[in-house]
Each structure stands twice: as structure tokens, then as C-alpha cells.
DNA sequence: TATTGTTATACTCTATAACTATA
DNA sequence: TATAGTTATAGAGTATAACAATA
């Protein structure tokens, strides 16, 4: 890399001056948030698990039998988009659509047996990659930090638009 | 909606169990981020600049003269997917690429005055959607927030894979 | 040989319209 | 008529390979 950059103004990647950007939420949070799928992914890429995955899991696991318009709503993606997520997740003998007798339109949605069993190893990977996080901003910060970002999350949800 | 629903389990949207979700760093910072890029498209549509754009103008704005492949890095994106966005800029008049002289495969990048005009009212955009960001979290957890946000951009940038 | 900007390409994620079968 | 699941499709965003001009 040659260090002779006396062009017009500046040509090297150091030294980039982020302006308002170092304090903007809004692009800290999108880069906060590109890294921890990084990591997460780090974490859960041996079991072929992505974040959205074990989303659907865990919401599945919690709530047996649910709709999989009702997971898609939870999750915040069109029903549409839910379709073939839930087919690899099938495919893989993850968890079980079954047809709901009272409304023969709908499927209900379980965990199989290896869908448990998955599930107990994806929370061993999850809680030492929440241990990493709370690590890098330290113990002292993490209650704050969540109660903020549950703020965002949740209390923007119907905005004065 | 028929709230008859004794159905298998559960068929209703509401009262949705998040389970591990509820405290999950990496969930809440995802939403998080959806929420935020809402509410800046709502501050920003009228002006029709998207997040990635207002990055770049800042950045260009900043470090005048910089090449497209150092913004590229600067902004965590390759630098192939930088040409159609600086195409669109300076078809919009905002920027233009200028040949560098001293080596004459690189574009130096500068705010056009008309530029530097709209880059003056993003920040009154920015600034109000800031500020609305701080009241959803409080005035008093906002330094934190940043602060640990940042750690979590920054410090983990080459991580201990 | 390596780098800058570029094109072409592909893969993921997401959003919309339309179909079927049920209600 | 409205809704659940599905298909097809189109648009973003992002990743790699390869090329011409230049270093």
C-alpha cells in the first residue's frame, strides 16, 4: 500500500472521518447488528441453524400447535415468506405440520422429537454467544442495553406516524 | 375474528410465548433495526434518500476527495455494489467522480454544491429522528446505549474466531 | 503481478398478486 | 365474503468472478 497519497484530499482507507455517523444510532445499530449475525452464525453454522431458524424453533417450542400465519406475525415476516422456511424445517424432520381438525384450512405447528433434542443443543451455542455479548459491552451495561433496544423493539411498534 | 379457538393449543396471534426471545441480545437488536430504518424512512422518503445514502454523502462530505473502494470499506460494503449507488447519486446531480491525477484508475469523490445543499437538510431530518430515538429510551440511558452499541460495532471487529 | 472501477451473475430476504380450499 | 396456506414473481441487498485500464 503506498503511503505517498498526496492526491487531491484524501485516498486511504484509515483516517475516514465518520462525521455525525460515530454518534448516529440508527448506523451504530445497523452495524451492531451485522456483527452479532456474524457471530451468531459462527455459532450455529456446524448445526446449519440461521437466526430466523431458531426464531421459528423457539416460538414453536413455546407455543405448540400454533397457526404458522400466527409464527409469521410473531416473527414480523409475511406469511408468504414463512412457507419455505418451514418446508426445510420439515424436511429435515424438525418439526411437524399438522392439520388442525377445527379449521381445515390451517396447520398446526410442532416440534418433533429430534426438533427438541436440536433445540437443547441451540441453547448451549445460544448462551455463550449472549455470554460474548454481554462481554464485549460489560455485565454493568447489559440491563440497560436490553431495556433500551426492548424500548425500540416494542414501544415504536404503532409510531405516531 | 372468532375467538373460539380451542383448538390443538394455540391458534391466536396475541399472547404469543417469545420464550428465550424475550432477552435475546441478538433478536431485540434485530427488531431494533427494522424499527429505526422504518422511522428513518418516514423522516427521510420525502427527501428520498435511503440510510445507505445518507452514509455516503456524509462520509463523501467528510473526507472530500476520497476514492469509491475507501468509501466502500468505510461503509462495510464491496466495493462492486458501490457503483449503481453512485451512479444514482450523481445522475441526482449530488456528487461527482473526478478522474484523480495521480493515479488514473481511481475516482475521487466530491459533494456537488447542490450536494452539499441537501446534505444540510438530512441533518435536520437526522437530527429530529435522533431525538425522537432518545425519548422512546430516555435521556438518561442514552450515553450508555451508544456507548455499547459502539463497543459492539468496533471492538468486535476482528473477532477471536 | 496487483489494484480500481466496472459488468455480469447469483443468492438471500422481502413484498405483492393470485390461486385453492376452506370458513 | 373473508381467511390459511401456497405459488409465482419482482425488488432490494449482498457476494463472487472476470474484464480493461492503470500501477
Chains 1, 2 share one sequence.
Not at 415476516?77 to 379449521?103: C, F, H, P, Y
Not at 460474548?132 to 416494542?154: D, M, P, W, Y
Amino acid at each position: 500500500m503506498s503511503e505517498k497519497n498526496t492526491n487531491d484530499s484524501k485516498s486511504n482507507d484509515a483516517n475516514i472521518d465518520y462525521g455525525i455517523l460515530n454518534d448516529a444510532i440508527g448506523y451504530l445499530i445497523r452495524r451492531s447488528q451485522i456483527k452479532i449475525f456474524q457471530e451468531f452464525n459462527r455459532h450455529f453454522e456446524a448445526l446449519e441453524i440461521k437466526p430466523a431458524q431458531f426464531s421459528a424453533l423457539e416460538i414453536i417450542n413455546r407455543n405448540p400447535g400454533l397457526r404458522q400465519s400466527a409464527l409469521a406475525n410473531a416473527l414480523g415476516v409475511q406469511r408468504t415468506n414463512m412457507v419455505g422456511m418451514l418446508d426445510a424445517l420439515q424436511e429435515r424432520g424438525l418439526i411437524d405440520r399438522k392439520l388442525s381438525n377445527e379449521d381445515k384450512r390451517s396447520h398446526a405447528l410442532f416440534l418433533t422429537r429430534k426438533g427438541q433434542q436440536l433445540l437443547g443443543l441451540l441453547y448451549d451455542q445460544f448462551n455463550q454467544h449472549e455470554k460474548q455479548i454481554e462481554e464485549t459491552i460489560g455485565q454493568c451495561n447489559v440491563e440497560v442495553f436490553r431495556e433500551c433496544l426492548s424500548k425500540i423493539a416494542h414501544k415504536l411498534d404503532s409510531s405516531d406516524i
